[in-house]
């Protein structure tokens, strides 16, 4: 009996030994299967983090904010092209092909400056001087949204659209960023005409003609460009003669700046006139232009006049809503007036 009994009590140890260690191995199991999940799930989400980075990289190199305002000057254009309502197909596929070539003019600008970007402050952190993006991938982002911008333009809108777009791509990421810009103080006023050229192109995508309406509207953004342009200038001085830019503020000086800028404002109020004059628009959007100009010019008398460290810097960011609401006041008077 005390023999079986030894037995027995042996038998009971060797079995518990036994759960133990089973139990110990599917802890272990479970505990490696459970790393090898958060280490697969921390490895996806790192993952996915670094695409949604690669991704808003992509995006800034198109100047997004710059390409929306290009687009909403566009649109109207398109709207004072035609007396009711817009056709479909042109108008969307126009807006799409004409900013996605933006975006790759803005993508080259990127490109061509990076070396300058990267001694500046307010652009050493842009996707190319921060390291985030390569130079072969910027230039094969450009070149591809280029392409898909110019085809979608020439085959399904209209070639006369394709070509005018591809034209100002190439005066503002050849003639303005690789040549004028480093040339010419003048280099914002020449070059204007390609950063004016949306409404026009609008036009153009829903006509298939130039008009001199289209021009009118042209005129009014080459005219706003050096004000509102001159005034960031003004703020970024010292950046612009670090890199050797000969921006108006560093070959004339900021007196003389300020004053191209205050006369320019009083010479867009009167182009901006000119729409109601030929007939394009009524009272609507006069009011709504002399009020807008009326504020452009007192911001362009205070810089001038009255100048204090954020002066210029409240100048250029009112000129961006000048443009938008000037536009969208041509908008509204059309359709409700």
Same mark, same amino acid.
């Given at each position: 009996?005390? /023999?079986?009994? *030894? !037995?027995?009590?042996?038998?009971?140890? #060797?079995? &518990? %030994? =036994?759960? @133990? +260690?089973? /139990?110990?191995? *599917? !802890?272990?199991?479970?505990?490696?299967? #459970?790393? &090898? %999940? =958060?280490? @697969? +799930?921390?490895?996806?989400?790192?993952?996915?983090?670094?695409?949604?980075?690669?991704?808003?990289?992509?995006?800034?190199?198109?100047?997004?904010?710059?390409?929306?305002?290009?687009?909403?000057?566009?649109?109207?254009?398109?709207?004072?092209?035609?007396?009711?309502?817009?056709?479909?197909?042109?108008?969307?596929?126009?807006?799409?092909?004409?900013?996605?070539?933006?975006?790759?003019?803005?993508?080259?600008?990127?490109?061509?400056?990076?070396?300058?970007?990267?001694?500046?402050?307010?652009?050493?952190?842009?996707?190319?001087?921060?390291?985030?993006?390569?130079?072969?991938?910027?230039?094969?982002?450009?070149?591809?949204?280029?392409?898909?911008?110019?085809?979608?333009?020439?085959?399904?809108?209209?070639?006369?659209?394709?070509?005018?777009?591809?034209?100002?791509?190439?005066?503002?990421?050849?003639?303005?960023?690789?040549?004028?810009?480093?040339?010419?103080?003048?280099?914002?006023?020449?070059?204007?005409?390609?950063?004016?050229?949306?409404?026009?192109?609008?036009?153009?995508?829903?006509?298939?003609?130039?008009?001199?309406?289209?021009?009118?509207?042209?005129?009014?953004?080459?005219?706003?460009?050096?004000?509102?342009?001159?005034?960031?200038?003004?703020?970024?001085?010292?950046?612009?003669?670090?890199?050797?830019?000969?921006?108006?503020?560093?070959?004339?000086?900021?007196?003389?700046?300020?004053?191209?800028?205050?006369?320019?404002?009083?010479?867009?109020?009167?182009?901006?006139?000119?729409?109601?004059?030929?007939?394009?628009?009524?009272?609507?959007?006069?009011?709504?232009?002399?009020?807008?100009?009326?504020?452009?010019?007192?911001?362009?008398?205070?810089?001038?006049?009255?100048?204090?460290?954020?002066?210029?810097?409240?100048?250029?960011?009112?000129?961006?809503?000048?443009?938008?609401?000037?536009?969208?006041?041509?908008?509204?008077?059309?359709?409700?007036?």
């Amino acid at each position: 009996m005390t /023999s079986k009994t *030894s !037995a027995m009590r042996t038998m009971n140890r #060797a079995s &518990s %030994s =036994a759960t @133990i +260690s089973s /139990s110990t191995m *599917s !802890a272990s199991t479970i505990s490696s299967t #459970a790393i &090898s %999940s =958060a280490a @697969i +799930s921390g490895g996806e989400s790192t993952h996915q983090t670094q695409d949604s980075r690669h991704w808003k990289a992509y995006l800034t190199l198109t100047k997004p904010k710059v390409v929306a305002l290009m687009l909403l000057t566009a649109l109207v254009g398109m709207c004072l092209a035609v007396p009711s309502g817009l056709p479909l197909k042109e108008t969307v596929f126009g807006l799409i092909g004409i900013g996605l070539m933006a975006g790759a003019a803005a993508a080259f600008n990127h490109l061509i400056d990076s070396k300058i970007d990267a001694k500046m402050t307010r652009t050493r952190r842009r996707p190319l001087p921060s390291g985030e993006l390569s130079r072969y991938k910027v230039f094969g982002f450009a070149t591809a949204i280029g392409v898909q911008g110019f085809v979608t333009l020439f085959f399904v809108v209209n070639a006369l659209t394709a070509w005018l777009t591809f034209a100002s791509l190439l005066g503002y990421a050849v003639v303005y960023t690789m040549y004028l810009k480093r040339a010419t103080p003048q280099n914002i006023v020449i070059a204007g005409i390609a950063g004016a050229m949306p409404p026009l192109l609008g036009w153009t995508a829903v006509t298939n003609e130039l008009h001199s309406h289209a021009w009118l509207l042209v005129m009014i953004i080459f005219i706003w460009t050096p004000p509102h342009f001159w005034a960031l200038a003004i703020h970024r001085r010292d950046e612009y003669a670090k890199v050797n830019i000969p921006m108006l503020p560093v070959t004339h000086g900021i007196s003389y700046t300020k004053t191209s800028i205050f006369l320019y404002t009083l010479l867009l109020s009167v182009v901006c006139i000119l729409p109601v004059l030929v007939g394009m628009s009524s009272w609507l959007y006069l009011t709504a232009s002399l009020v807008l100009n009326g504020g452009f010019i007192y911001h362009a008398w205070l810089l001038k006049y009255r100048s204090e460290d954020s002066t210029a810097m409240k100048t250029f960011k009112f000129s961006i809503y000048h443009l938008m609401f000037l536009f969208i006041a041509l908008l509204a008077d059309h359709y409700l007036l």
